[in-house]
């Protein structure tokens, strides 16, 4: 059987970044200009550049995520988790859930988070759950119980 694989990314929120580093370019000009009664000072600008320079490598850095899902495997590689490889006959059950607001603020070292609204719970059976908000997550769901399917005839 052919072994076709299914990739979705995170996408990293360029506007956020555009924004930011526009806020910023607005402060060297009112620096270099002293726009205002209280005009920005050298200081100022150091501390929101350093600021926003960690901002920006967070969003492009630790918010890069993946996920593979082939005839075999479902293969989540973020930052925070490293890569984690689940086997297709270790999943249990697959559930799409509605993240909350608190759900972003308490993340878990299990969980991978897009920010997306919705996310996708794989229950495996040695009872670890990992959860990933992601867009498409109903599509993600379908699919790998797609491939469960696939994978219960095959060992049958």
């Not at 059950?93 to 920010?115: I, N, T």
């Amino acid at each position: 059987m052919k072994n076709n694989q299914i990739i979705f990314r995170s996408k990293i929120h360029w506007w956020i970044l555009l924004f930011l580093w526009g806020i910023y370019v607005f402060m060297i000009f009112a620096y270099i200009h002293q726009w205002g009664n209280n005009p920005t000072s050298k200081t100022t600008l150091v501390i929101f550049g350093i600021l926003f320079s960690f901002i920006s490598v967070l969003l492009f850095v630790m918010r890069r995520f993946s996920l593979t899902i082939d005839n075999n495997f479902v293969i989540l590689k973020s930052y925070s988790l490293g890569t984690v490889k689940i086997h297709i006959s270790q999943i249990k059950d697959v559930s799409v859930g509605k993240m909350s607001f608190s759900d972003h603020r308490f993340a878990k070292q299990d969980e991978c988070h897009d920010l997306t609204g919705q996310f996708v719970k794989i229950h495996v059976r040695n009872d670890k759950v990992y959860r990933f908000a992601i867009k498409n997550a109903q599509k993600i769901k379908e699919e790998i119980e797609k491939r469960m399917i696939i994978n219960n005839i095959t060992t049958s």
